[in-house]
């Protein structure tokens, strides 16, 4: 026997109201089609659901041991309802990737999005810049859903990753410079050149492109800041310093008067994918998937170690 969730839902209206007229009007149909309704799903029950005395209304026994579980099936049924809806809107919202620099790296960004829209076509994707002062390409203030940003992150306990690029660091300097000269250059011999360094808000990215931890204690002399690829070249083209770079990024700085060289003796850098780590949104795994199927990193060893993929 089956009985259609319409049918549960006028017998609920009529069982809360004991009366057929207003439940007819909670409804928004008429008494007689109402009236007939509960009829029929009396004869298919084999019971009688109300009892009617011209007068008043009231329950049966058997309507009084329906009632409670009618109203369970409507709630569940509404509670399924609501969540249809919110996966339909979170197929349709905007997901923002933030980025520091280009990810435009071997196809990345459309193998990513091939994957990503095919699961949810009707998503849009929006990428924003974000400027070097925020290592974490808007995923701190929220203003990012996701975002391809350099490692180290601040605050990593606050985040996961996944590496998806992992390149030599250059080292950027003028064409007129003595090091220029060199196929590569020694760290060693950059140890009294002064750096291009991002600002004092990059914390730990900071001290990295400055390869702090390469340096034996020595601290780095700054010759400037710098907060964007623009900013670098000019200052690299007015001799205020060198500065080290990911190979994938050279190509945004040797635009005349700068060369690149390669760097011995400093470990090379990793660009990931981030989100924020308590953030389990369909849309932002989904994409972390993409991702993942795009680079060939496997779920199992692509976060950094002591993060759960979360189902990523």
């Known amino acids: ?23 007819a009007e909670r409804l928004f149909i008429s008494q007689p089609a109402l009236s007939k309704q509960i009829r029929m799903l009396e004869r298919q029950l084999g019971a009688p659901l109300f009892v009617r005395d011209g007068r008043s209304v009231r329950l049966t026994p058997v309507g009084a041991a329906l009632l409670p579980h009618a109203q369970q099936v409507l709630a569940a049924w509404d509670a399924a309802r609501e969540a249809v809806e919110q996966a339909k809107a979170g197929q349709r919202a905007t997901l923002v990737v933030g980025m520091s620099t280009s990810p435009g790296r071997g196809g990345l960004l459309p193998g990513i999005r091939s994957r990503f829209t095919e699961a949810h076509p009707d998503a849009l994707m929006k990428l924003r810049q974000v400027s070097w002062e925020d290592p974490t390409a808007g995923l701190a203030d929220g203003s990012s859903d996701l975002a391809f940003v350099w490692l180290p992150m601040p605050d990593p306990d606050r985040y996961a990753w996944v590496v998806v690029a992992q390149e030599p660091r250059l080292v950027a300097l003028p064409e007129e410079h003595p090091l220029a000269a060199r196929e590569a250059v020694d760290f060693a ?12 808000s990059a914390g730990a990215l900071r001290e990295y492109w400055l390869a702090t931890d390469a340096r034996g204690g020595r601290p780095p002399i700054v010759g400037a800041e710098i907060a964007s690829t623009e900013e670098t070249y000019e200052a690299l083209v007015d001799g205020r310093g060198v ?58 060893g692509a976060w950094r170690t002591g993060q759960s993929p979360a189902g990523a």
Not at 5 to 23: I, K, P, Q, S
Not at 287 to 299: D, E, I, K, N
Request: with cysteine; glycine share 6%; net charge positive.
């Open 1 to 23: 026997m089956d009985v259609h969730g319409r049918d549960l839902r006028y017998f609920t209206a009529v069982a809360e109201e004991l009366h057929f007229t207003r439940a």
């Open 189 to 200: 011999d950059l140890l009294d050149e002064p750096f291009l360094a991002l600002p004092p």
């Open 243 to 300: 500065c080290l770079l990911a190979s994938g990024n050279a190509p945004l700085i040797t635009l005349g008067g700068v060369v690149t060289r390669p760097v011995r003796g400093i470990s090379p850098s990793q660009y990931a994918l981030a989100r924020r780590a308590d953030d389990h949104r369909p849309l932002v795994l989904d994409y972390v998937r993409a991702c993942r199927q795009a680079t060939g990193r496997s779920a199992a």
